[in-house]
T-cell receptor, first 111, second 112 residues
Framework: DAKTTQPPSMDCAEGRAANLPCNHS???????VYWYRQIHSQGPQYIIH???NNETNEMASLIITEDRKSSTLILPHATLRDTAVYYC????????????FGAGTRLAVHP | GAGVSQSPSNKVTEKGKDVELRCDPI?????LYWYRQRLGQGLEFLIY????????KSGLPSDRFSAERTGESVSTLTIQRTQQEDSAVYLC??????????FGQGTRLTVV
């Protein structure tokens, strides 16, 4: 699975959009981009994933560049409860592909 | 149950003792993962079960660590002769074939 690179930390004001970048320049054609987050003292929580097209769900939007070498997770209206470590993971298609977590981005949402 | 269940939620053990940690995955989920998370650190992959395939044990840190899974049900992670550096939160996750993983709340292991 391709390696991903994320900034170690980011800040965001409450109510504003949080844009979390992820670099996956070595991603291969059949690898998906997954995003999880871990709120303090809890297990990680799935957010969203995508292959080529942009994706949106009730939690977030995922924007993947045309060359698929990077992506951005967007939390449209960040709240204090969105303070967490956000992990970007690339993972091959099919069932036999383990999830490997990197260091992630620690997002702090402040009033 | 509705989610991944892990037990116990907390375990304190003496150095040198063996411990067993249990994970009940979501019913029907074919894949099961174990991770270790030391205080202030990221998730460290330990082992991955997928259906009837041989498990991926590449993340187990030493031969003191082992895990079993019976079919597509319960999994047990065993740590023999525990050491203080084994103190961590042990997280289990399950998923359907190739889909997103759902995590339990973890077992906090403290070796004294």
């Amino acid at each position: 699975d391709a390696k991903t690179t994320q900034p170690p930390s980011m800040d965001c004001a409450e109510g504003r959009a949080a844009n979390l970048p992820c670099n996956h320049s070595t991603i291969s054609g059949n690898e998906y981009v997954y995003w999880y987050r871990q709120i303090h003292s809890q297990g990680p929580q799935y957010i969203i994933h995508g292959l080529k097209n942009n994706e949106t769900n009730e939690m977030a939007s995922l924007i993947i560049t045309e060359d698929r070498k990077s992506s951005t997770l967007i939390l449209p209206h960040a709240t204090l409860r969105d303070t967490a470590v956000y992990y970007c993971i690339s993972r091959g298609s099919g069932g036999y592909n383990k999830l490997i977590f990197g260091a992630g981005t620690r997002l702090a949402v402040h009033p | 149950g509705a989610g991944v269940s892990q037990s116990p939620s907390n375990k304190v053990t003496e150095k040198g003792k063996d411990v067993e940690l249990r994970c009940d995955p979501i019913s029907g989920h074919t894949a099961l993962y174990w991770y270790r998370q030391r205080l202030g650190q990221g998730l460290e992959f330990l082992i991955y079960f997928q259906g009837n395939s041989a498990p991926d044990k590449s993340g187990l840190p030493s031969d003191r660590f082992s895990a079993e899974r019976t079919g597509e049900s319960v999994s047990t992670l065993t740590i023999q002769r525990t050491q203080q550096e084994d103190s961590a939160v042990y997280l289990c996750a399950s998923s359907l074939y190739g889909a997103e993983a759902f995590f339990g709340q973890g077992t906090r292991l403290t070796v004294v």
